[in-house]
């Protein structure tokens, strides 16, 4: 009898910016493995993301059952792209329900291989995923689709609503090192809107909590980019924390995933970048013109952002270099990861 490979479960929310990352990082594991790969999401997606699949993969597609109509949506919709704000809030806020349809795929797939998937990966909000894995001794893991800076603010003010319990336009960010604070102005309007207990607050609280079941954490970011918010969570969280990035944003092309982590340490350390090509709709033509002036009018300012390109583009190759006397910090952070998920495998079978 042929021996049973052992497969990965992959699991993102139902969006492109998320399912877009999540098959890249599925086609990374994949090569690196050789392992079984079995993405899961909802029929509307499915279908879209089967061309998104080299000829050359085995990843395997599997749809859980999901009926917009019951949680209000429109029975038609194709794409979360094409749903309104409000509409996209109600399908975040009803996400947990997807459950019980969860365990039940776990558990056919044990029943259909003999033994659980070495590993279930899922998205930032899908936490309760952890519980079913843990439920079937698989390892679980969160894969951040971003980086921990951002994420790590995210978690913090979501959490704490700390602008709501001072009187003064800055304040401190609550598990941050010292020194690190916001001015309200920061804020997103929704944000200033948040209540404790309302249904938004009351899913992110429970989120968060699931969270602190999860074995670790991914994030598609590099360490030297982003080592406060990554520390963040390995304190705040508690588990290890893996940066395996740069994770190709768009399949098949590394420089429009170098493009994403490049503008991201520009706009954040030079004031300059304007993401155009990250499909920003926020940007202005003012803003546009004010920015080419500076790249282009041979400015101090200019130069600066060229060099600091530069360095970025650097920084994410060699710390994503994995060769016979090198690894960067991105992939020897993959194979600790892995390192992980086979132990508990092990461990498992011992037990």
Known sequence: ???????????????????????????????????????????????????????????????????????????????TESLPPLLMLRLFITSPSLQPAFRKLISDLVHQHRQPPLCIISDMFFGW?????????????????????AMALFHSIWLNLPHKNTKTEEFPIPGFPEGHSIHIKQLPDHFHYAVAG??????????????????????????????????????????????????????????????????????????????????????KYKDIVEKIEVMMGGTCKGQDVKTKACEIRDLLGIAKKDEKNFKGASAIAMDDFLTAVLSKSTERQIN
């Open 129 to 149: 995923s952890a519980k079913v894995a843990h439920e079937f001794g698989a390892f679980h893991a969160i894969f951040n689709v971003g980086g921990g800076s």
């Open 198 to 283: 309302d249904p938004w607050c009351s899913f992110l609280k429970q989120m968060f909590q699931d969270w602190l079941e999860t074995d670790g954490m991914l994030f598609n970011t590099i360490e030297e980019m982003d080592h406060v918010g990554l520390e963040y969570f390995r304190k705040q969280i508690g588990c290890p924390v893996w940066p395996i990035g740069p994770i190709l944003s768009s399949l098949g092309s590394k420089a429009r995933a170098d493009q994403h982590f490049i503008a991201k340490m520009l706009e954040e350390e030079t004031g300059v970048c304007i993401g155009l090509a990250r499909g920003s709709c926020e940007a």
């Open 1 to 79: 009898m042929a021996e049973t490979k052992e497969n990965i479960v992959m699991f993102p929310f139902m969006a492109q910016g998320h399912i877009i990352p999540f098959l890249a990082l599925a086609l990374e594991l994949e090569n690196k493995t050789g392992y079984t790969i079995t993405f899961v999401n909802i029929p509307q997606n499915i279908k879209k993301i089967q061309p998104l699949i080299p000829p050359t993969s085995a990843i395997r597609l599997l749809e859980i059952p999901f009926d917009p109509s019951a949680h209000g949506l429109p029975t038609n919709f194709e794409t």
